[in-house]
C-alpha cells in the first residue's frame, strides 16, 4: 500500500535560475520528502526556465535548464508557477499565462505586484488561480503574512520600517564605520548589495514598490507606485551625515505609510534623520526592520534578513507549500 507521500505528484515550474532560483531548486530537490510529508504531494522540478542553457548552474541538473519558458507555463500538468526572473517582462506575460490557466503562481518579483497586483489578483479569482508573494517583501521576514492574517482582526493604522537592505548596508557604513558615502557605495556595489546597474536601489524605487504592496495589504485599497512620495539616498552628501551625528541622530532611508481619517492612504520613502535610540537606527548592515502600528497590538516589529538567495527562497518556498494545501 502507497504511503500519502507517494500518491500524488505537485507539478513545479521554475522561471529564473539565479541566486534565488537555485536555491529554490536546490532544496525543492534536495528536500522533497520533507514537502511530501508536509503536503502529501511529493514535489518534482519540471524545468527552469534561464537565458542560457549552458551556463552551470549551482546544484540544478543541466536536463531540467530550458529557455523555453513558455512552454513550462503553459503545460496543464504543471500545478505550481514559480517566477523569480524579475523585471516587468516577460516575467508579467508568463505570470498572466499561468493565472489564466488557473494555475497557482508564486513570485518575488515586487515591481510587478506594485504595478500590476490588482489586476493580476482580478485574474487569478477569474480563473480559480492563486497568485502568493511573501518574497516580494523583506524577503524571509513574513511581513505580508503578519498584516494579511495574524492582524486580520485588528486595525493597521500605520506601518514604517527599513525595507530596503542595499542601501541600509550603505548608510550603515557611512554612520558607524564613517566610509565616506561614494565609498561606501562603491564597496556595497563590489560586495554584491547592489546590483550592477544600483539605481532601483539608490533611488529609493525597490522601497517604494515594497511599502506600496504592504499598503495595499494592510488597507485593501490602490496603492499605486506613482503615488508614493519616493526620494532617494543618492542626493546625500558627507556633510548631512555629519550634520546628523552632530544631532545625535541617524540617516536611514525610511519607507512608511499611513491612513488618515478620511480613509485614504499616504504612502512616502525618504532619507531621514532619526534618533540613534529609535529602534529603525538601529537597524545594522542588510538588515530590514518593520514596525505596524494597531488599535489592539499597539506596536509590532519585525526584524530580519531582507535579501539574500537563501533568505528569499524560504519565503518563495513557504508560498510554494501554502499554494499547495487543499483550499
Do not use: C
Request: aromatic share 2%; charged share 20%.
Amino acid at each position: 500500500m502507497s504511503s500519502p507521500a507517494a500518491s500524488s505528484v505537485l507539478r513545479v515550474a521554475l522561471l529564473g535560475g539565479g541566486t534565488v532560483g537555485a536555491a529554490v531548486a536546490r532544496r525543492l530537490l534536495q528536500h522533497a520528502d520533507r514537502y511530501a510529508d508536509q503536503l502529501g504531494r511529493r514535489p518534482e522540478l519540471t524545468g527552469v526556465a534561464v537565458r542560457d542553457t549552458t551556463r552551470a548552474r549551482d546544484g540544478i541538473p543541466p536536463a531540467l535548464l530550458t529557455t523555453d519558458a513558455a512552454a513550462l507555463v503553459g503545460d496543464p500538468a504543471t500545478d505550481v508557477v514559480v517566477e523569480v526572473m524579475g523585471g516587468l517582462e516577460p516575467a508579467g506575460s508568463l505570470v498572466e499565462t499561468a493565472l489564466r490557466r488557473g494555475a497557482q503562481v508564486v513570485t518575488a518579483n515586487k515591481q510587478l505586484v506594485a504595478r500590476r497586483g490588482e489586476e493580476l489578483h482580478a485574474i487569478a479569482r477569474e480563473h480559480g488561480a492563486g497568485l502568493h508573494y511573501e518574497a516580494a517583501v523583506m524577503a524571509a521576514v513574513p511581513v505580508l503574512a503578519v498584516v494579511r492574517e495574524s492582524m486580520a482582526g485588528d486595525e493597521i493604522t500605520a506601518l514604517r520600517g527599513i525595507v530596503n537592505g542595499s542601501t541600509n548596508y550603505v548608510l550603515d557604513l557611512v554612520a558607524r564605520e564613517g566610509v565616506p558615502f561614494a565609498d561606501a557605495v562603491r564597496q556595497a556595489g563590489e560586495l554584491g548589495y547592489l546590483e550592477a546597474d544600483p539605481t532601483e536601489d539608490l533611488e529609493g524605487v525597490d522601497a517604494a514598490a515594497k511599502v506600496a504592496i504592504l499598503a495595499r495589504t494592510a488597507w485593501g485599497t490602490s496603492v499605486p507606485l506613482d503615488a508614493v512620495e519616493t526620494q532617494g539616498i543618492s542626493g546625500l552628501t558627507d556633510a548631512d551625515f555629519a550634520a546628523a551625528a552632530g544631532r545625535g541622530e541617524v540617516l536611514k532611508l525610511v519607507a512608511e505609510a499611513r491612513r488618515g481619517g478620511d480613509g485614504r492612504v499616504h504612502a512616502r520613502v525618504a532619507p531621514t534623520a532619526l534618533p540613534a535610540t529609535d529602534p529603525l537606527a538601529q537597524a545594522r548592515g542588510g538588515t530590514n526592520v518593520v514596525e505596524i502600528d494597531a488599535v489592539l497590538a499597539g506596536t509590532v516589529r519585525l526584524v530580519g534578513a531582507g535579501a539574500g538567495g537563501d533568505e528569499t527562497a524560504s519565503a518563495v518556498l513557504g508560498d510554494v507549500v501554502r499554494a499547495a494545501r487543499p483550499r
